[in-house]
């Protein structure tokens, strides 16, 4: 696995001032376009003070797209809690993985489009955090389509491939100066989950 370094407490950057910049460069240009240097500056530190803390670039990114799986779940947990109508709960859950994925935070959109330019140690941790997240996604699908919120005919691992991709795929045209906004691009997809898998007769 990647290690971790740690540096002593008050002679480096925020944390989280680093992942911030670091996200939104990666995002911006790309994980191999970005150099630690660029992070460095748009945090106001020394290259030397950045290099302290991660060995590497890889060191980094790593870092962030942990940061990243924790704050969708994290996101996606609270939507699922915040109601105990099932169907409210699955549109809320839709929408708070587009909103981390588009609004609250770069490290969620570089977790789901840089993996590929980790090594394959790295790429082996990151896969599982993601997997991690894409089952807690099965837990809520199979208990939907067990309680027949979902059509029980509906195969759940699909719908979750599918309906996954689908929700990652918004990131890559999402304009938020554009004519569709998130709360629209958010009903629509709603419209078209009531329309093709939910099961509309038991609803209250």
């Known amino acids: 696995m990647v290690n971790r370094q740690v540096a002593p407490p008050g002679k480096l950057g925020d944390q989280g001032d680093v ?10 240009k790309g994980f191999e376009r970005t150099s630690l240097k660029e992070i460095a500056e748009a945090c106001n530190m020394l290259p030397g003070s950045l290099y302290y803390r991660y060995s590497s670039k890889e060191a980094l990114l790593v870092e962030l797209m942990r940061r990243g799986v924790d704050l969708v779940t ?6 699922y809690a915040s109601s105990d109508d099932p169907f409210e709960q699955l549109r809320l859950c839709l929408n708070a ?5 588009l609004v609250d935070s770069d490290a969620v959109y570089v977790l789901l489009f840089e ?7 790295a790429r082996e941790e990151i896969i599982e955090l ?19 919120v979902v059509r029980k005919n509906v195969d759940g691992r699909l719908l979750r491939l599918i309906g996954l991709g689908a929700l990652n795929w918004v990131a890559t045209w999402f304009d938020p100066n554009g004519t569709h906004s998130l709360d629209a691009i958010g009903d629509l997809i709603w419209q078209i989950a009531m329309d093709g898998v939910i099961n509309k007769g038991v609803q209250a």
């Open 97 to 101: 993985h587009l909103r981390a994925l």
């Open 130 to 148: 993601r997997d991690q997240y894409e089952y807690l996604w099965a837990d809520i699908l199979e208990t939907m389509i067990a309680q027949g």
């Open 115 to 121: 993996w590929r330019a980790l090594g394959p140690e």
């Open 74 to 79: 994290a996101e996606v947990e609270s939507a």
């Open 19 to 28: 992942l911030s910049n670091a996200a939104r460069l990666f995002r911006e």
